[in-house]
């Protein structure tokens, strides 16, 4: 039997819309929130190896961002004793993935981490160009940039992702010798990939209830969704294996990610889906935060009038 061929991934030509409400096409990732071990250890850490700046410390917390914005990408919250990431998966935090503004940034990136001689993983996903890196804690980063979108393909209504081999010497040559001075301006946290316990349950949560569209669906054990037509700002799997424990309160951890929605009648919209399909909810001071089966947090929030 012939394989149906590739064809171009037109604006609107791919992806599975969710039979009730839809999250608007600019919902955003905004911050993750991660429990470490070791605030001034991890601080020092992505600063120098990943290059985000301080934008305010106050006891066990520290918010991290870019050079030339003040928006946090990355909320660190110290308790002292946790224990790194265990070799065996949890639930909840695969990785969270911050996104370059282009393929020269990556090169500038890689270059930098081979001085440090960091260990990296490296993958071309035909969509974005990805590398891969744990911090001191054992929790799970990716740093990407993305192909144009006129190179995107899909097979029917799905988009073609693949995880292949990275061109590291395209990628440091992109960077053009370039010195690593930091994340630049312009980069925003892409996606966050999640440890789940099934399937068929995340795709309830994420894709019927909060609203985000399907976008791959074949890759094995794992799902793609995303808002506005996006590869995706959330990817799912089961890669942690059968039996697989949620992340303990004595482990380093995901505590929380943000979907950022345009109003806060988007955040409304969710909250009666969320009630409608049985799940709880609760309304903090960062915005509405709910639960997946598994108890991996996620936080909706509209920016602040």
């Not at 990408?73 to 308790?79: A, F, P, W």
Request: overall charge negative; some cysteine.
């Amino acid at each position: 039997m012939t394989e149906p061929a590739a064809s171009a991934a037109l604006p609107g030509s791919y992806g599975i819309a969710p039979s009730g409400g839809r999250l608007p096409e600019t919902t955003t990732v905004g911050t993750v929130r991660l429990q470490v071990a070791d605030l001034a250890r991890s601080v020092d850490w992505y600063g120098e190896v990943l290059g985000l700046r301080v934008l305010d410390r106050a006891g066990a917390t520290a918010r991290l961002g870019t050079h030339g914005a003040d928006a946090p990408l990355v909320e660190l919250h110290e308790r002292a004793g946790v224990l790194p990431v265990p070799r065996r998966g949890r639930l909840g935090l695969f990785h969270f993935a911050i996104l370059l503004p282009d393929r020269a940034a990556l090169g500038r990136f890689l270059t930098h981490q081979v001085a440090l001689k960091t260990p990296l993983g490296a993958s071309d996903h035909l969509v974005s160009e990805a590398l891969y890196l744990s911090d001191p804690d054992g929790l799970g980063i990716e740093v990407y940039c993305d192909r144009p979108r006129s190179s995107w393909r899909r097979t029917g209504r799905e988009l073609t992702m693949a995880t292949l081999p990275l061109d590291g010497e395209g990628v440091i040559a992109a960077g053009s010798g370039g010195r690593w001075d930091g994340m630049p301006a312009g980069t925003t946290m892409g996606h966050v990939h999640l440890h789940v316990g099934d399937l068929p349950g995340a795709s309830r949560f994420y894709h019927d209830t909060l609203g985000l569209d399907l976008t791959v669906w074949s890759y094995p054990g794992a799902l793609f969704l995303s808002a506005g037509g996006y590869h995706h700002h959330l990817g799912v799997n089961t890669w942690a294996g059968a039996g697989a424990e949620p992340a303990r309160e004595g482990e380093a951890r995901l505590l929380e990610w943000e979907l950022v929605v345009p109003r806060p009648a988007d955040v409304d919209a969710v909250a009666g889906r969320l009630a409608a399909g049985g799940a709880t909810s609760e309304t903090t001071d960062r915005g509405l935060v709910a639960r997946d089966p598994w108890g991996t947090a996620v936080c909706l929030k509209a920016p602040a009038e």
